[in-house]
């Protein structure tokens, strides 16, 4: 997969530190970017301590956010599920974008540890350990 250093919200944002990642500036915003990217989170280091964390997907054309839309919600996302190189997500950009958008990180608990990368990318990226196992067969046996 090849990042694009300007679709990047965070790198290594810790849990412990949650809020708002850096602010992307899309120039204009539209329904075609539905098409082309979607939003990918993975967890760079597991999580440790507190409960849950929830990862919103916001649009404003303020880059203060001062009225701030949630394109996109993850729900609760357990502790436990945030293991290091988990792709916790990969979700198409949602119609109604305006020009900034920005993930913002909410996080149940005390965290001691992990971290979240977010970002746009075109096309989800998948490797042999995403293919499930039984549709795989033997062509010779």
Same mark, same amino acid.
């Given at each position: 997969? =090849?990042?694009d250093?300007?679709?990047?919200? /965070?790198? +290594?944002l810790?849990l412990?530190?949650? +809020?708002?990642?850096?602010v992307?500036?899309?120039t204009? +915003?539209?329904?075609a970017?539905?098409n082309?990217?979607?939003?990918v /989170?993975q967890c760079?280091? @597991?999580?440790?301590?507190?409960t849950?964390?929830?990862v919103? =997907?916001?649009?404003?054309?303020?880059?203060?956010?001062?009225?701030? @839309?949630?394109l996109?919600?993850s729900?609760d996302i357990?502790t436990a599920d945030?293991?290091?190189?988990? @792709?916790?997500?990969?979700?198409?950009?949602?119609?109604?974008?305006?020009?900034?958008?920005r993930a913002?990180?909410?996080?149940?608990g005390?965290?001691? %540890? %992990?971290?979240?990368?977010?970002?746009?990318v075109? %096309?989800?990226?998948h490797?042999?350990?995403d =293919?499930?196992?039984t549709?795989l067969?033997? @062509?010779d046996?």
């Open positions: 997969m =090849i990042l250093s300007n679709l990047i919200f /965070c790198e +290594g810790a412990s530190t949650a +809020g708002a990642s850096d992307l500036d899309l204009e +915003g539209g329904d970017l539905g082309e990217l979607l939003i /989170c760079s280091e @597991k999580a440790a301590g507190g849950s964390f929830v919103d =997907i916001e649009t404003d054309d303020d880059s203060a956010f001062s009225a701030a @839309k949630t996109f919600s729900g357990l945030a293991e290091a190189g988990a @792709k916790l997500f990969a979700v198409r950009v949602p119609r109604g974008t305006e020009r900034y958008m913002n990180v909410t996080a149940s005390t965290f001691t %540890g %992990g971290k979240l990368d977010i970002f746009l075109v %096309g989800d990226t490797s042999w350990e =293919i499930d196992p549709v067969t033997d @062509k046996g």
